[in-house]
């Protein structure tokens, strides 16, 4: 298990953009699929993105297509989160999550998680 360290939140206003990043330390970043989480007040925790190690796989919840975007790069062993045309709706804590194999959806696969940062869309 790995501590992740995630920077980027923030307040933005509707239509705004942010970039989330997520360093993972050491060599074990290149062996995960890496993916972001996100979770709203009195909400389940909600799947956003996920890339694999080499960023061939990428997924995304089919809402957020088109406005986000998950990059990664192993040489700064941080994965990204470009989030575009924000929304108030898109208000949350926002969370990086790694895990040994394939992307997946379900949180419960990954091990190794941040401490989340908040994003906070003012309409």
């Known amino acids: 298990q790995v501590t992740l360290v995630e920077s980027g939140g923030g307040l933005v206003q509707a239509g705004g953009s942010l970039r989330l990043s997520c360093t993972v330390p050491?060599?074990?970043?290149?062996?995960?699929?890496m993916a972001w989480f996100r979770q709203a007040p009195g909400k389940e925790r909600e799947f956003v993105a996920a890339i694999d190690w080499s960023g061939g796989s990428i997924s995304y919840l089919d809402s957020l297509k088109g406005r986000f975007t998950i990059s990664r790069d192993n040489a700064k062993n941080t994965v990204y989160l470009q989030m575009n045309s924000l929304k108030p709706e898109d208000t949350a804590v926002y969370y990086c999550a790694g895990k040994y194999g394939s992307v997946s959806d379900n949180d419960r696969e990954y091990a190794s998680w941040g401490q989340g940062t908040q994003v906070t869309v003012s309409s």
């Open positions: 050491g060599f074990i970043f290149r062996l995960y699929a």
